[in-house]
């Protein structure tokens, strides 16, 4: 009985490859790609394993080994020791394929031959470049690095963490509120470091420079009020200037050299407002290397050569996917760069001479996160930070009570991906939920030219099944989705665009063509941070909260009505601590909390968008006013679709407790039915008959992640066996 089930699997088996075989290379890529929609999307790698199983058995070498790596990477993500197995097959028996080959060698690491050891050195919020002799790490220290408590006030500090003891210690501690330090580079010596500061008082940023071993006076090396944002991020051989990347107030960004005896500028080459990712010099410092965007309207990227000269450019990366620059071998005969090419971003390298690729990539370390290089040591160490991954949000709908806000009925959105909802708004009919899908930041920090990948998902409210998807080349932040058009048509969303322009932005419901309703005038860094403005739908009016200069925690903010033609400014309303822009769907009113300080309370109130004083919704006593997370808040919560009342959120040491409808009738606010530390998240919408409300559940809230940094060791080994 059991050989003749065996026989009949094995015909079966064998009918399935005969099959495979006669197939169309366009019908095994749709099997490959249903294989990949089952374990990224589905998250069934069990399923997708066997899909890929069969695949496998293809004639066609090319097709079955890309079949094994991806198989293998599912047992891998089970934690199935049937991975190493898999890539060990993968290296013996098709050297011929020699992308796949050099996958799975990376993949089996220091075990492969040629290997490299990798391994984690440390865990911290942030970090910065690696010392040329391996001893340091730069960092940002918050504030909590010397027992201060973090809001959103809290300086950032410069510091050194020693690899050797494992002990931190600060080069340069901001006192100032807002005050904060960023990018940090390492001189060849390892004697110097420049990096950049935010200066909160000439609200601009400034390249210093200080000793490592400890400096009482650091010395500010470039200030120039026209650069908006600059960076420092590689120094010459005779450390007598760094290469910089500078964002100026015009939009436009340069590459350029800041010279360390005079702080004087020497524009090499203008590039893409979104600016480049790391730069590196080879070790010779004849030329430099960076990735930029591919075209303004992708965020694929790819990697450039340019001579410190000026005379020359090459291509050195040109590929349909995320490539950014990481460095260069010790010898300077090597390019390494990360891509997603293969799916998962990799570490790779190119050879390089004469200011010219001369060679084929080849995959040097597989899967190594999303992050950033902080530099190769002089002994071929390459240090790279990856962001740990936090959690995830997704979106969940409700069906409620429209008079007392009881919850009746819960549907869990399904998510897409790895992906974070974030907002989300009903069509006027009620018909339809669109709302937007963060799928994350590939290969570099948004600070340092990668851009977060923003869809805008369309679903049936009654099928819960997607109806269309768009991807939006616009950066996140201030409040996205602004509405959808009476006819259901469109929806209008603000951001900035890929030249770096704030405005309002029309989005074609059914083909997804975007077009500019209008372009505003946003002053950074004041008034760029999310939340601070927002726009009217006729893009004729800009609402925007600002405070002056230098102003601390306890100073006083503003909220204005700028008119985008003139440019004219009129005063809303003024207050302590006044909280987020949130504009009526009628854009009629502001809402926002702010404090009392001689009341002891935090009020929430509408203010006249036409002008006029502002209505106090509700008050409550705040207890201890202090850092964030101290006493209690109120804070926004969701407009309702015809602007008739608030949903406000009661916070008590930074607990969610209740959830409040206000009225802006003048009738006393009353207390939802609602599980407040469950409903009350962020991303709050309410359907247009108030039976559903779209919200993203407290308990599937993003949390701080944590950054990773590791060192891959044998680099300058590796690239002399190559």
């Known amino acids: 009985m059991r050989r003749a089930f065996a026989i009949w699997v094995a015909v079966i088996a064998l009918g399935a490859a005969v099959m495979l075989h006669a197939q169309t290379p366009g019908s095994v890529a749709v099997q490959m790609k249903a294989a990949q929609h089952k374990a990224e999307v589905e998250g069934d790698l069990k399923g997708a394993i066997e899909q890929y199983r069969g695949i496998a058995r293809s004639s066609d070498r090319a097709i079955a080994a890309q079949a094994l790596v991806r198989m293998a990477e599912c047992y891998q993500k089970l934690g199935d020791a049937e991975a190493q197995r898999i890539y060990e097959q993968i290296v013996r028996d098709f050297k011929d394929q020699k992308q796949a080959a050099a996958i799975a060698r990376a993949h089996l690491g220091s075990s492969a031959p040629g290997g490299m050891i990798s ?86 940023y400034q390249l210093r420079l200080a000793n490592v071993d400890g400096d009482p006076n650091p010395r500010p090396l470039f200030d120039n009020p026209d650069v908006d944002w600059l960076a420092a991020y590689d120094w010459m051989p005779d450390n007598r200037s760094v290469v910089a990347l500078l964002k100026r107030k015009d939009h436009t960004a340069q590459i350029g050299f800041i010279s360390i005896p005079d702080g004087s500028l020497r524009v090499l080459k203008s590039v893409d407002w979104r600016g480049t990712g790391r730069i590196y010099l080879t070790p010779d410092g004849r030329y430099l290397g960076y990735d930029l965007p591919a075209t303004d309207n992708t965020r694929e990227h790819d990697v450039f050569v340019l001579s410190t000269d000026g005379s020359r450019e090459t291509t050195a990366v040109a590929h349909a996917s995320l490539n950014f620059m990481m460095g260069w071998s010790p010898d300077g005969k090597r390019l390494l760069f990360a891509s997603n090419r293969t799916g998962p971003t990799s570490l790779w390298s190119v050879p390089f001479a004469d200011g010219k690729v001369e060679g084929q990539a080849e995959i040097i370390r597989a899967n190594v996160g999303q992050g950033e290089s902080m530099g190769v040591t002089r002994s071929g160490d390459f240090y790279y930070g990856v962001w740990s991954a936090p959690s995830t949000s997704s979106l969940e709908v409700a069906s409620v009570d429209p008079r007392t806000g ?17 907002q989300s708004l009903w069509s006027p009919d009620g018909n339809l939920l669109a709302y937007i899908s963060d799928r994350g930041v590939s290969g570099s920090t948004v600070e340092q030219g990668g851009q977060r990948s923003l869809v805008l998902v369309i679903r049936s409210s009654d099928s819960n099944q997607i109806v269309r998807e768009f991807d939006l080349n616009l950066s996140a932040g201030n409040g996205l989705l602004k509405g959808w ?42 008034e760029w941070s999310d939340g601070n403005w927002k726009v009217s739908a006729d893009a004729a009016n800009l609402y925007v909260r600002r405070q002056e200069p230098g102003c601390s925690a306890n100073c006083t903010t503003q909220l204005y009505r700028r008119n985008v033609a003139s440019g004219v400014e009129a005063e809303l309303a003024r207050g302590h601590r006044l909280g987020f822009v949130n504009l009526s769907p009628n854009d009629e009113y502001v809402a926002m909390p702010l404090t009392d300080p001689s009341t002891n309370s935090r009020t929430f109130a509408v203010i006249p968008t036409a002008g006029g ?47 409040w409808r206000a009225s802006l009738d003048g009738a006393p606010p009353q207390k939802l039915d609602w599980a407040a530390d469950q409903i009350a998240g962020r991303a709050v919408s309410i359907s247009p008959n108030g039976t559903r409300i779209a919200y993203i559940p407290s308990s599937a809230q993003s949390t701080r992640s944590l950054s990773e940094i590791w060192v891959l060791e044998g680099l300058l080994s590796s690239s002399k066996a190559k």
């Open 613 to 659: 004083p502002r209505r106090d919704l509700m008050r409550v006593s705040a207890g201890e006013i202090g850092s964030t997370g101290q006493g209690r808040n109120l804070s926004f919560a969701a407009w309702s679709p015809d602007s008739r009342y608030v949903l406000i959120r009661e916070v008590v040491d930074d607990k969610p407790v209740a959830v």
């Open 406 to 422: 009881r919850i009746l009925s819960t549907t869990h959105i399904p998510k897409e991906h790895s992906a974070s909802d974030t």
């Open 119 to 204: 391994r984690k050195v440390w865990t911290a919020d942030t970090y910065g470049s690696v010392s040329p002799d391996g001893r340091y790490l730069s960092f940002v220290a918050p504030a909590a690095f010397r027992g201060i408590p973090i809001d959103d006030v809290a300086p950032l500090s410069l510091a050194l963490h020693d690899l050797r003891s494992g002990s931190n210690r600060e080069i340069e501690r901001m006192t100032a509120p807002l005050s904060e330090v960023e990018e940090s580079a390492f001189s060849r010596d390892g004697k110097l470091i420049a990096y950049t500061v935010f200066n909160e008082k000439e609200v601009r």
């Open 485 to 526: 058009t009476s006819d259901a048509d469109a929806l209008l969303v603000s951001g900035v665009d890929s030249k770096g322009r704030p405005g309002l932005f029309r989005v074609d419901a059914h083909t997804g063509v975007m077009s500019v309703v209008g372009f505003v005038s946003v002053k950074p860094p004041q």
